[in-house]
C-alpha cells in the first residue's frame, strides 16, 4: 500500500502507525546499541510514496497540507524519533521550495522528478564557527567563482541523514560576489565526504555526520539561492520539529500508562494507575500532550489557510508553537519516568532513550531564546 493510493489523513496515519510500529520494534533502546543509521525504515518509507508527499502538485505530487505533515510525522515520531527528524528535514525543505519558489523551477522540477523515485534532500547549514546558523553567523564554508563553476571548501556539522542523502544544501559565501547563499551539491561529488562524527546520546540514530568538502566542484546553475544569514523569515515547514518531539512524547506517556495498569506491586490491591499520586501524574501528561497539539495544529492550519503576505507575520507563532510543545514534550517524558520508577532508567528502557532524545529539541532552531526576544518585540510594537 502506498501514501498516494489514499484518500484521506486518517487512512494515511493509519497507514503510517503500522510503519511506526514496525520502526519501534526495530529500535535499539540501550544506549551501548545506539547510532545504527535507520537505512530499513528509510527505505520503508520511500517504498511507501510518503518520502515524495510534499512534492507540489505542479511538478506531479501530493502537495499535503502542512497540518496533514504535522500530523504524519507525529505519527511516525511515535514509532522512532531519528527516522522522522530525518525525513522531517527532507519533507519540509521540499514543501518549503515548491511553496516559495525560491530555486529556478526548471531545476526544482529535476529535484521533484527524483524525489519521486526516492531521492533525499537536506540542509548542511551549521558549522563549528558559527553554531546555529539561525543566529546570523557568516558561513566559514567558501564557494569560489572560476570560469563557469565554483568551487566549495568547508566543513559542515549537524548534518542528518548523511548517510544517505543524494543531495545537500550548502549554505557558503560566494567569492568574489560577497553574497550568502546555498549551493546545491549532488553526493557523488568529487571531493565531497562524509566523516563519520556523530556520537550525540540523542537522536542518535540521524546519522548527523560531518560533511566535508574539498574542491568541490559545483555547476553555475546550482547556486540556488541568496539569503541574508539569520534572516530567513517566517518558515511554516520548521514544524516538522516540534512534531517529532511532540511524537516521543506521546510515546513516553503510552508507555506510562500500560506499564502502570500493569504493575501491581504487593503493598497494593490493583495496579499504580489507581494511585491518586500516579493518576495526577497521567492527568497532566494528558493536558500537555493536548495543549500541544492544539497550538501545534492551529498554527499549521493558520500557515495552510493565510496568504503569503500573511504568513510572512507568523514568526512570532510558529516559534511560540515550537517552544510550547518542545518544552511540553520535555515535561511528559519526565512525568513518565515519575510515573514508572526506577525501571525507567534501565538501558532497555525505551524511556531513557525517549528522555535522551527529547531534549535535543531545545537546540533544533528556533532556539527558545530566540523566541522569547521576537515575542518581546511583538509586544513592543503594539504599545
Ligand atoms: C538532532 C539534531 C539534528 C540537526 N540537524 C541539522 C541539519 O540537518 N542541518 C543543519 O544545518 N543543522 C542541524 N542541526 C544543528 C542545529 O540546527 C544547530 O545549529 C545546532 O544544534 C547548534 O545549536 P546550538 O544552539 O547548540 O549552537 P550555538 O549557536 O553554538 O549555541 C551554543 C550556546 O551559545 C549561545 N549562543 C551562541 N551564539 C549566540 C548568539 N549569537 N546569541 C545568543 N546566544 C548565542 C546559545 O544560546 C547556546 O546556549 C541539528 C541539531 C540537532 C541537535
Known amino acids: 500500500m502506498k501514501f498516494q493510493d489514499l484518500k484521506t489523513l486518517e487512512e494515511k496515519l493509519n497507514l503510517m502507525s503500522e510503519l511506526a510500529v514496525n520502526f519501534r520494534s526495530r529500535a535499539a533502546y540501550h544506549p551501548e546499541a545506539a547510532g545504527q543509521f535507520p537505512f530499513d525504515n528509510i527505505s520503508d518509507l520511500k517504498e511507501s510514496g510518503y518520502t515524495s508527499l510534499t512534492v507540489p502538485v505542479r511538478f506531479g505530487g501530493e502537495d499535503i497540507s502542512l497540518y496533514e505533515m504535522v500530523r504524519l510525522q507525529e505519527r511516525l515520531a511515535e514509532g522512532d524519533g531519528s527516522t522522522a527528524l530525518s525525513i522531517g528535514w527532507h519533507l519540509g525543505i521540499l514543501k518549503n521550495l515548491g511553496e516559495k519558489k525560491l530555486w529556478d523551477e526548471e531545476l526544482f522540477e529535476k529535484i521533484c522528478y527524483e524525489a519521486k523515485n526516492g531521492a533525499l534532500i537536506n540542509g548542511a547549514a551549521t558549522e563549528p ?31 542528518t541523514m548523511a548517510p544517505v542523502l543524494d543531495y545537500f ?131 499549521a492550519k493558520k500557515w495552510d489557510t493565510s496568504a503569503e503576505k500573511e504568513r510572512a507575520q507568523m514568526a512570532p507563532e510558529l516559534g511560540a508553537a515550537k517552544m510550547a510543545v518542545t518544552n511540553g514534550a520535555i515535561k511528559v517524558v519526565d512525568s513518565a519516568m515519575r510515573v514508572v520508577g526506577a525501571r525507567s532508567l534501565s538501558g532497555k528502557n525505551p524511556l531513557q532513550k525517549y528522555y535522551r532524545d527529547v531534549r535535543a529539541g531545545l537546540h533544533n532552531p528556533p532556539m527558545d531564546d530566540s523566541t522569547i526576544e521576537l515575542l518581546a518585540k511583538q509586544a513592543d510594537s503594539r504599545t
Open 129 to 159: 564557527g558559527t553554531g546555529s546558523p539561525t543566529r546570523g553567523g557568516l558561513p566559514q564554508t567558501t564557494a569560489v567563482k572560476t570560469g563557469n563553476h565554483w568551487v566549495v571548501n568547508g566543513r559542515k556539522t549537524f548534518t
Open 169 to 299: 544544501i550548502v549554505s557558503a559565501a560566494a567569492e568574489p560576489c560577497g553574497e550568502t547563499g546555498n549551493f546545491l551539491i549532488p553526493r557523488k561529488s568529487e571531493g565531497l565526504r562524509i566523516e563519520e562524527t556523530w556520537d550525540s546520546i540523542a537522536m542518535s540514530e540521524t546519522g548527523s555526520h560531518d560533511l566535508v568538502l574539498e574542491n568541490v566542484m559545483v555547476a553555475d546553475d546550482c547556486f540556488v539561492e541568496v539569503f541574508t544569514p539569520g534572516k530567513k523569515g517566517a518558515n511554516g515547514w520548521l514544524l516538522h520539529i516540534p512534531a517529532c518531539y511532540l511524537g516521543i512524547a506521546a510515546a513516553a506517556c503510552d508507555y506510562a500508562v500500560r506499564f502502570a495498569k500493569e504493575y501491581s506491586p504487593n503493598s497494593i490491591k490493583g495496579s499504580i494507575i489507581e494511585l491518586p499520586a500516579v493518576r495526577q501524574k497521567i492527568g497532566e501528561m494528558e493536558f500537555e500532550l493536548m495543549r500541544a497539539r492544539h497550538f501545534l495544529y492551529s498554527v
